[in-house]
């Protein structure tokens, strides 16, 4: 079982749609989980951080944590299609070592 | 706040040359990580420093990596002899301590022929 997992995609949604990308993960004492969006040639970029079970917002996005479950998504409202790009999972392992395990990242695809 | 800058942004080089890459971390960030990201393997981290101590670098390869940080400002991630499947985008990052949210640079581009 992989530390970090997400589906690939590609997720395809319609622009104004919700677009939401899960990540689940192995480490039971990781703490600290974020997520990152990168742009095809460009480098990742730090959209949400989130520490505690339950959600968390910002402007349009809203990244949810449930431990029990090892579960964490990202939920985009409003779709735009610069949203377009690849979504990383990283979870800090436990200790809050600073070790980020990331995912493979799952493609977006907003469609006008 | 200038980000993290890395240095060179594309490398080409042959197989068995010494390759370099630098960074500058943000100012003011005490940990500072390398990783390389490939199609095959995705990102993955080679070393990371805390207070430009080298705290892990269970990540690194083979021996022919190697990597200093020997201030605060300054870091480099050097491969020698370099061989064609090291090719890949090499990033740096940098946080306020290592637990922290991390922020990268724009990369350095490898590629070994």
């Known amino acids: 079982q992989k530390e970090v997992e997400q589906n690939s995609g590609p997720l395809s949604v319609p622009e104004g749609a919700i677009a939401s990308l899960n990540c689940t993960y192995s480490?039971?004492?990781?703490?600290?989980f974020f997520w990152y969006r990168q742009y095809s040639g460009k480098s990742p970029e730090l959209i949400m951080s989130i520490y505690s079970n339950g959600d968390k917002e910002d402007g349009r996005f809203t990244a949810q944590l449930n431990k029990a479950s090892q579960y964490v998504s990202l939920l985009i409202r409003d779709s735009q299609p610069s949203d377009s790009a690849t979504y990383l999972c990283?979870?800090?392992?436990?200790?809050?070592?600073?070790?980020?395990?990331f995912g493979q990242g799952t493609t977006l695809q907003v469609k006008p | 706040d200038a980000g993290v800058i890395q240095s060179p942004r594309h490398e080409v080089t042959e197989m068995g040359q010494e390759v370099t890459l630098r960074c500058k971390p943000i100012?003011?960030?005490?940990?500072l990580f390398w990783y390389r990201q490939t199609m095959m393997r995705g990102l993955e981290l080679l070393i990371y420093f805390n207070n430009n101590v080298p705290i892990d670098d269970s990540g690194m390869p083979e021996d022919r990596f190697s990597a200093k940080m020997p201030n605060a400002s300054f870091s480099t991630l050097k491969i020698q002899p370099s061989e064609p499947r090291d090719s890949a985008v090499y990033f740096c990052?940098?946080?306020?301590?290592?637990?922290?949210?991390?922020?990268f640079g724009p990369g350095t581009r490898l590629t070994v022929l």
């Open positions: 480490d039971r004492g990781s703490q600290s």
């Open positions: 990052a940098s946080s306020l301590n290592r637990a922290n949210e991390q922020f």
């Open positions: 990283a979870v800090n392992l436990s200790g809050n070592t600073g070790k980020l395990i």
């Open positions: 100012s003011g960030h005490n940990s």
